[in-house]
């Protein structure tokens, strides 16, 4: 466990993991675990529906725009924001994908797939020689437009800036703030400050999207340009929803502005990162959970999930569930085409080698 992990805090100082884009475009979309399409569907549509009511009832709670300049709820909208680009991105792309493997089937211009009476099926079986599938032909599906791409990329941008958000506001809400105010321990209270957390933190562990130190500078990006905003907000001589001219009390530039600044600082360059660095372990623990021999077996099978469960292809070769292989083919880093027959284990066929009935194979 040390070994791996020192090895993989080395690997997170890379230019190439910057881009919000990973060479596995796929991750961005699918679950880590095995889960049907459509309980992956549904649990995208639950978290967007409880995340915009919370949303709505503290807008009608507060009945003031000011409520958006508190960091809280700021975050929260956010969070909404993302759940609704994730559920938009899944049902693009699933529709996607389902489409064209039908309109492949009803064109019958796919592959013939060649599969010896030795083929060994069963999961964990090798793949030698004597068990490839032979393709005739194979088939390209242009993936992602360039709205859809630049879409996935905001999804991983909000996600990034959303999960350390949220934990930062947990942690200093009940550490700093709330022992100050004293505020009445209320549900609005517990969700915008317990229920975010849990919520971010689920999604990490349920999604396979993977997450990178050197995101930080995303964060450090976003912390800034909320700190300018308190600071705008100070000097243009706005009020809060209490009337008192700052955002929050120990950001007071005007009246304390030593201990504004130190705040400042330490958000930006203790709480962000640190709390990024929590989330970058959770997503360790993730990957040697469904690696490992228990975890495995619950562990999404890619290409089965892309292929088999969305697309309609059946039977279907399972592969291992190693997130490093890929389902969706791209050029230098950019999401070009989807690969139909990725890696050998997806093959469309209308006649089956064994009885010669119709049929459609992977």
């Known amino acids: ?55 709505i009832h503290s807008g009608l709670l507060f009945a003031s725009p000011k409520w958006l300049i508190l960091l809280c709820h700021l975050t929260y909208c ?92 947990s942690v200093l809400y009940w550490s700093i703030n709330y022992p100050v105010s004293h505020h009445p321990i209320r549900p609005f209270s517990i969700n915008l400050h317990v229920v975010n957390s849990a919520q ?56 304390n502005p030593v201990l504004a600044t130190l705040c400042t600082l330490g958000f930006s360059l203790v709480c962000l990162p640190l709390f990024h660095f929590v989330l970058w372990n959770v997503h360790l623990l993730r990957e040697r959970l469904a690696r490992g021999p228990r975890g495995r077996r619950f562990a999404l099978r890619r290409e089965a999930w892309w292929w088999g469960n969305v697309g309609g292809l059946s039977p279907f070769l399972t592969a291992a569930p190693d997130p490093e292989v890929l389902v969706f083919a791209s050029r230098e880093g950019e999401p070009q085409l989807l690969r139909a027959l990725s890696h050998g284990y997806c093959s469309m066929t209308t006649e089956s080698p064994a009885n010669g009935h119709s049929s459609v194979s992977a």
């Open 1 to 55: 466990m040390g070994a791996s992990w020192t090895r993989s805090f080395r690997k997170e100082f890379q230019l190439k993991k910057l881009p919000l884009f990973p060479a596995t475009l796929e991750l961005l979309l699918e679950p880590r675990w095995y889960l049907p399409p459509w309980v992956w569907l549904l649990y995208r549509l639950s978290a967007l529906v409880y995340t915009l009511a919370w949303c």
């Open 78 to 169: 956010i969070l909404g924001v993302y759940y609704l680009i994730a559920l938009v991105n899944l049902i693009a792309m699933l529709v996607c994908i389902r489409c064209f493997c039908r309109r492949e089937v009803k064109k019958k211009s796919s592959v013939r797939l060649c599969v010896p009476d030795s083929l060994d099926t069963s999961e964990g079986a090798p793949h030698t020689e004597s068990s490839r599938l032979w393709v005739e032909q194979w088939t390209l599906l242009r993936l992602t437009p360039p709205p859809l791409a630049l879409s996935l990329r905001l999804q991983w941008l909000l996600q990034v800036i959303v999960s350390t958000f949220s934990l930062t506001v």
């Open 200 to 255: 971010v933190l689920l999604e990490l562990f349920l999604s396979a999207t993977p997450v990178h130190l050197v995101h930080y500078v995303y964060l450090l990006a976003a912390g800034v340009l909320y700190l300018l905003f308190v600071l705008v907000f100070w000097l243009g001589g706005f009020t809060n929803m209490n009337g008192q001219p700052y955002v929050y009390r120990v950001l007071d530039f005007g009246g």
